[in-house]
């Protein structure tokens, strides 16, 4: 029994050694790890059983983490690819985009007449379709139309060919209504295509082997022995509102594979493939030269993007300097070199003229001859992607 003051008396108290913990948790991601440092005590230390307690605290100051830089390898310099020979296919007939166009009927509103220009090169035969679908897995054969197609008209070699021709009565032009059902030729609806305008010849092999025109059927398999452009095209309306025909798509057809023609911008202001009046030649002449010498004229296009902007020296220079188009800044994969055939000299020209006697028609005639010779291609203006 002790009293009240033995009872209160203190007893010495055990000291627990405090808790040690892991700085930072390892719940907490800190950054990258650091290198173990020796712990810096603080507060009252004290020895124990041989062990130290106290508590320990980071540096003030962390240090931060640097990766170590692998080493490069040396890159080589870029070497410039290797020059190769593309193949040249000339389109005996080509429909010119820019001149298709509705002409209203003055007796019937909302009826138009549809009219262009085409060139061929050799004799052709011409069919319309409205509203028909193309097969390209036969033979790009046109089906399903559900209007019967205009009757087939042949023409001959030469230039600027007017369709329908002078004169001609409505049973041979292509006439649609858009007072009933215009949305029908508003827009293609997958391989349907709401105005179809095909121009066929024969190739020189096929003459050779006794094929003619009369014996295509309107809208049958292409054959090996026909070369072909087919044009798509539907009803759109211009700013002011007024109906226009907008062309979709152009495709040709050569020794049994087709081919959908893609623009080449800036062709047009190198060469359209006509002789041109000294004014005219005057005018275009910034236009036609190298954007980088300004000095020849373009001939080189940038592909993909379909620039011809350049003469063929600056784009060997160009390819060894840098990958990007002058024009669009975009990446350059391939540049496409045309080899343009000179315009018509003076002495090629007092030559037909000769060869004419005088004569207005043979005269004509033999500019004709002269034009389609000096042809790079007829519908020249487009580059040529195999479908």
């Not at 509705?102 to 069919?127: N, Q």
């Not at 197609?149 to 060919?161: I, N, Q, T, V």
């Not at 000769?354 to 790079?376: I, M, N």
Request: some cysteine; proline content about 8%; overall charge neutral.
């Amino acid at each position: 029994m002790g009293n009240q003051a033995s009872r209160g008396r203190n007893r010495p108290r055990q000291e627990q050694p405090p808790q040690s913990f892991a700085y930072p948790p390892p719940h907490q991601v800190q950054g990258p790890p650091q290198a173990q440092q020796e712990p810096v005590l603080y507060g009252p230390q004290s020895i124990n059983n041989g062990q130290m307690y106290g508590g320990w605290r980071p540096p003030y100051q962390q240090q931060s983490f640097v990766p170590p830089q692998m080493p490069q390898a040396a890159q080589a310099p870029q070497q410039p690819q290797e020059l190769t020979q593309t193949a040249t296919i000339r389109n005996a007939v080509n429909l010119k985009k820019n001149t298709l166009k509705l002409v209203p009927l003055s007796d019937s509103p909302g009826k138009f007449s549809i009219h262009f220009v085409f060139d061929a090169s050799t004799p052709c035969r011409l069919t319309c379709f409205v509203v028909g679908q193309e097969e390209p897995a036969e033979g790009c054969r046109i089906n399903g139309m559900k209007y019967p197609p205009a009757l087939p008209g042949f023409y001959g070699k030469g230039l600027g060919h007017i369709y329908p021709k002078p004169g001609a009565p409505l049973s041979e032009q292509v006439i649609i209504d858009l007072s009933q059902n215009p949305e029908e030729l508003a827009a293609a609806k997958g391989d349907e295509y709401p105005l179809i305008f095909r121009l066929e010849t024969i190739s020189e092999k096929g003459l050779a082997d006794g094929h003619v025109l009369e014996e295509l059927e309107v809208g049958q398999k292409q054959q090996v022995w026909v070369q072909s452009q087919t044009t798509f095209a539907c009803v759109a309306k211009n700013e002011e509102g007024q109906h226009m025909c907008k062309v979709l798509k152009q495709k040709i057809w050569v020794e049994g594979i087709s081919y959908e023609l893609q623009e080449i911008y800036g062709m047009e202001h190198a060469s359209d493939g006509r002789v041109k009046t000294q004014h005219e030649r005057e005018e275009d002449m910034e236009e036609r030269l190298c954007v980088i010498c300004l000095n020849k004229d373009r001939d080189t296009t940038v592909l993909p993007c379909r620039h011809m902007c350049m003469c063929h020296e600056c784009a060997q220079e160009l390819r060894k300097q840098t990958s990007k188009c002058p024009i669009c800044r975009n990446h350059v994969e391939s540049l496409l070199h045309i080899k343009m055939q000179q315009k018509p000299s003076n002495k090629q020209v007092a030559a037909a003229v000769a060869a004419s006697g005088g004569d207005a028609a043979k005269l004509t005639d033999e500019f004709q001859k002269l034009q389609v010779q000096q042809e790079r291609a007829v519908g020249g203006t487009s580059g040529a992607n195999n479908v």
